[in-house]
DNA sequence: GGTGGCTTGTGATCGGTTTAACAAGTCACA
DNA sequence: TGTGACTTGTTAAACCGATCACAAGCCACC
């Protein structure tokens, strides 16, 4: 019987954290095929990891397979769900309606699961007032206002990053717990805050510093880095 | 003065490849701002590392500093930008010209650092021989023949992810030695071929594993995960 | 019911990354 | 020119994450 562990006391390492949206591809993959069993031996090989690995990450939330079977993959697949918090829905308002804004507006995967747009703003008087993907385009001089009333869970931060400070400062202010930030910028939050930054930017050059250092090691190799 | 290793014997390991491009942020911002100089202790207070990392980092690739002195912004920025390979110009084609592949080719700041778009290419009729900022976009049947004639450095992959293993072939047999792929995807390339992954929803769920797993740990984390 | 083959979960080991410490060298200024 | 404060590059130690190895347990089939 799956088990899940308290994990209140428990540290995820970072690591750890990074795979679990990977586990959850894969499973949603085998489930969609219609698989009802997988190892970590089968699942490990076809996400280029080793089974131990993945047996390891999984026992920091507890036991999810048995002996002698392997896994359960509707059962994996909830749990890693509730794992990740996808059971849920999220509210998010995003600032800086311009091209890349509006990619992760339209995007129609987020609103799948769970992560709801209730909000966009921009400082474009040419933008303000019309209308993308349902929502009204507000300025944003009325952010503040409209934290005050709607509960916002994510705050997404695509305006330019000379910006974006002033952006997370508002969004900080107005009690938003956690930001997702697109801008080229450390932001500097209270302790508690949340950030994750999505490198762009970043990753383009990894891959130019990469074609020009022949690496002899192998080539399978995906984002890393923590500051 | 500045003395480059020579690197090829030397393996650089992930974590440090993953920070250059942080260093290269902020020497970018101070270059900007005029300063001359800096020591390892003020450079990597601002980005929220420990000096003896950022010196162990730069000590993979040469000495770039003055004990004493420090570092010269300028040279130190500009032996980072030659580390990543940013001094030279780099050939790309996208394939996907969607809500994403039209956010890249119209972000200015790839141009400027030497990422060239020159070929276009989606499989929609109603998108296909219209043109996108100052390109056509072709048929992504041509494709192959386009990279037989064109030397192409790094291909982006901007399509859904049932075709993205397709499109990849493609730009292996035409000798594309670089992918940056968007789709969610896990890539199957042969030994030798560069495949760089932009997680933009796996960091959505990160955030949202965040938030429903309050770290004791500090807040300010950054991607990280490798497959 | 017993046996063999598999597979999990976990302590032990290995390797890589980060932090600490210091000798050597530079600058500023008397 | 000499002195002191400062900073680098590097070697060593501590830490953390990945792999290994195995006891415990399950399933299937005899
Ligand atoms: N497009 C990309 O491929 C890409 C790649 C890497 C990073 N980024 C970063 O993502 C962010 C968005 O990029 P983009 O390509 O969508 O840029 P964009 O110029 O298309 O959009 C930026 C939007 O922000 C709005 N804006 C400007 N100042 C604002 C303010 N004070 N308050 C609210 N809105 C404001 C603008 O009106 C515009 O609509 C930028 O920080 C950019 O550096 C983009
Ligand atoms: N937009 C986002 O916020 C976002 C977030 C995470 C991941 N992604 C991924 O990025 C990719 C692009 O996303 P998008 O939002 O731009 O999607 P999109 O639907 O706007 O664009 C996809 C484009 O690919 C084209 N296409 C389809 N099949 C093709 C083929 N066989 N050959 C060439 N072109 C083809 C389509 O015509 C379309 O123009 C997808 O894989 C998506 O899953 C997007």
Redesign the interface.
Known sequence: MPRRKS?DHV??P??V??????Y??YLGALLARGTERVSSQELSRM???TASQMRQDLSYFGSFGQQGYGYRVRDLHRAITE????HRT?QLVLVGV???G???V??P??ANRG?RFCGLFDNDPRLIGSEFCGLEIRPVDTLADFLHQCPV??GVITAPPEVAQQIADVLVAGGV??I?NFA?T?LK?P???????????????????????P?????????????
Request: hydrophobic share 45%; glycine share 6%; no cysteine.
């Open positions: 994990l540290v995820v970072q690591a954290m990074r795979r679990l949206p990977v959850y591809r996400i280029g990891i794992i990740l918090g996808l999220y311009g091209n890349l509006r990619a992760l339209s995007y995967s987020f992560f869970d994510i717990p956690a997702w080229p450390s939050v302790k508690g805050v949340i950030v994750e930054h999505t490198h762009i930017s970043e990753s383009l050059m990894v891959l130019s510093f990469r074609l020009n250092n690496e002899e090691a192998d080539t399978s190799v995906e984002s890393a880095s923590n500051q």
